[in-house]
DNA sequence: CACTTTGGTGACAAATATATGACAGGCGCC
DNA sequence: GGCGCCTGTCATATATTTGTCACCAAAGTG
């Protein structure tokens, strides 16, 4: 896996070379934005790891640009650091408040930011949850890397299991495949949506015992739902 | 659904043409304009879901018809992906505050004009409202694409489904058969008023518990209404 | 009551959407 | 290289949905 990606968000060029010189030494990778609308277009495109965001934007501030991003499902789970001047230091509350999960205020030095920013990373960690996902007599251990029904083994091929993993998380809620390739695939890969349905059917073989598969359900029109289908007709 | 209809805006036909092949590769229905004024007309006239607008017009500069776009409230919805050369890259922020909403460096790779232009588009996917619409015992719920009658499940197809959804935030008033067209199949499309009432009927039927049907009347000579019938006559 | 309008229904064929099986390229592993 | 497993795409089979009709019922009209 190559490094992370942070993503800067600051108006004044100086800083964001600043920053960027700091953080590529320290083997990062980054991207720069001007302002909250070019932030959140590459937010959207290059999913960074994380996102430096100075308190203070020509436009919209930065505190409702990271307003935004946290309420936005698919960008809620990246992490934000705030960069804040001396004078606004009250402000830092109400910047945690917003959703940032860390500030550092100017002036600071190299070292301090990617000493930070490591802090951040780290407990944002790996996405993979500690805890066993459950559905029904189905559970998925994201430890041991593995899939059971009713404590019978079942096997499944990665992409099978990621898919299985974002459902399993986001279970009761309609996905189209545009939504799921981006969750499960990740952005901007170039896959046609039918193939959702062909990982789709094979998560449902994979799935079935006794010819019976009580998981995924289509949302015609729409696209797919996991739930456990709570009666069967008989 | 039928694919999304692009709109090509720039003054040198190479530069379409090259456009053109990249996107209907994708499946992309593409319209052009040369200038300004033609572009105007084309999107009025076909309402395409994204405009790729080159930053040099002849006439009008491309800024200046993206903020005319973005004034008026009939276009301001659709996104606008402008396309600036090499050289003219300070005026990417520019461009950005004017109201494209993404903006492309040229040369670029044809891969790269359809991942932009794909999470743009998604970006401005449709926004689900996130709360359930109730009314009497029936809940619909946007997020899982469920509906119930007092915890029932209740099914039908998806036009049916945009009609509840439809009825249920506009309760209590009457709609004509032409206005359901326009809300719930979207303007442009030329489609029988009669066919309203055979979804209107499938609808009825779907909602159907005990052979009543509590909440859609008829409004002979205008059209129907929904509306959660309080009591009933015996 | 005879006659005119307007809405309700069941049946259909065409259009769409989804499920499935097959297949070829990519990749890691002997 | 040969082999086996994954993956993304297709082409094909199935399943649903949809827009219209023709025809019937109900509600107005005089």
Redesign the interface.
């Known amino acids: 896996m190559h490094n992370k990606t942070i993503l800067i968000v600051d108006d004044e060029a100086p800083v964001r070379d600043m920053l960027r010189i700091a953080l590529e030494m320290a083997d990062y990778r980054c991207l720069e934005a ?2 909250a ?2 932030a959140h ?1 590459l937010v ?2 290059e999913k960074p790891d994380l996102i430096l965001l100075d308190w203070m934007l020509p ?1 919209v501030s930065g505190v409702e640009l990271a307003r935004r991003l946290k309420r936005d499902e698919l960008t809620a789970a990246i992490p934000i650091i705030m960069l804040t001047a001396k004078g606004e230091e009250d402000h830092k509350i109400k910047g945690l408040e917003t959703g940032a999960d860390d500030y550092i205020t100017k002036p600071f030095s190299p070292r301090e930011l990617v000493a930070r920013l490591k802090a951040v990373l780290r407990r944002a960690g790996p996405s993979t949850p500690e805890e066993p996902l459950t559905a029904g007599g189905l559970v998925l251990d994201p430890i041991s890397h593995r899939v059971t029904i009713n404590g019978n083994p079942v096997d499944m091929g990665p992409t099978e299991f990621r898919l299985l993993t974002f459902f399993l998380s986001h279970q ?3 996905y189209t495949r ?1 939504q799921l390739l ?1 969750h499960v695939w990740g ?2 890969v ?1 896959v046609e949506e039918r193939t959702v349905d062909v990982h789709i059917r094979r998560l449902r073989k994979a799935l079935t015992v006794d010819g019976h598969e009580r998981y995924i359900q289509t ?4 696209g797919y ?1 996991f ?1 456990v289908q709570t009666a069967e007709r008989v």
């Open positions: 001007e302002n609308q070019a277009a959207i495109d436009d009761e809620r309609a545009t981006d952005g901007n170039y949302v015609r029109g729409t739902r739930s």
